[in-house]
T-cell receptor, first 114, second 114 residues
Framework: NAGVMQNPRHLVRRRGQEARLRCSPM?????VYWYRQLPEEGLKFMVY????????ESGMPKERFSAEFPKEGPSILRIQQVVRGDSAAYFC????????????FGEGSWLTVV | AQSVSQHNHHVILSEAASLELGCNYS??????LFWYVQYPGQHLQLLLK??????LVKGIKGFEAEFIKSKFSFNLRKPSVQWSDTAEYCC????????????FGQGTTLQVKP
């Protein structure tokens, strides 16, 4: 997984709470992607970030979801006021600038909303 | 819009059987093609990829895939499966100029019986 660390691996939240998912790529991997996998579905692109910038957020729901990748620290996917439909696996992927189109995935964070 | 279709959602084979998993994509431009595998409890791993050149691509663990441009297909094959190949297999495509933004198929669960 080229050192892409995600935490927490499993997160349980009640409806209305906030969920924060973290992704720490290897040093030098400045391009980060977030994907979501709903039950029985394939992975869906959410957002592409490059240190401090959102490059493409075409897959992000319009409300309650946000993402950041600050200069220091991990990338954060934040879901406010979670609903049951947010229950899914959230995968982070990363690559360095020079690796072309090959990205490496983390192990995923499983969010369960009860 | 780009889309990826995997024909089989769940495949069950006996050890030593041959495997072919179908993948078709919908996109008119130049694409990069990928197969990822996710073993139970593990992260997504890259099996093989096609960017250009020889349309028959060899990957890890004896897998190969053939890019047939006229059919918009990138089927995955393995002549003789093992029990350890039990996993989820995901086909993905990206635009050649769109680094890392992958469109995934819905995935195929392969179960190999010993």
């Amino acid at each position: 997984n080229a050192g892409v660390m995600q935490n927490p691996r499993h997160l349980v939240r009640r409806r209305g709470q906030e969920a924060r998912l973290r992704c720490s790529p290897m040093k030098g991997h400045s391009h980060v992607y977030w994907y979501r996998q709903l039950p029985e579905e394939g992975l869906k692109f959410m957002v592409y970030l490059q240190k401090e910038n959102i490059i493409d957020e075409s897959g992000m729901p319009k409300e309650r979801f946000s993402a950041e990748f600050p200069k220091e620290g991990p990338s954060i996917l934040r879901i406010q006021q979670v609903v049951r439909g947010d229950s899914a696996a959230y995968f982070c992927a990363a690559r360095p600038s020079h690796s072309g189109n090959t990205i490496y995935f983390g192990e995923g964070s499983w969010l369960t909303v009860v | 819009a780009q889309s990826v279709s995997q024909h089989n959602h769940h495949v069950i084979l006996s050890e030593a059987a041959s495997l072919e998993l179908g993948c078709n994509y919908s996109y008119g431009g130049t694409v990069n093609l990928f197969w990822y595998v996710q073993y139970p409890g593990q992260h997504l791993q890259l099996l093989l990829k096609y960017f250009s050149g020889d349309p028959l691509v060899k990957g890890i663990k004896g897998f190969e895939a053939e890019f047939i441009k006229s059919k918009f297909s990138f089927n995955l094959r393995k002549p003789s499966v093992q029990w350890s190949d039990t996993a989820e297999y995901c086909c993905a495509v990206s635009h050649s100029g769109n680094t890392g933004k992958l469109i995934f198929g819905q995935g195929t669960t392969l179960q190999v019986k010993p």
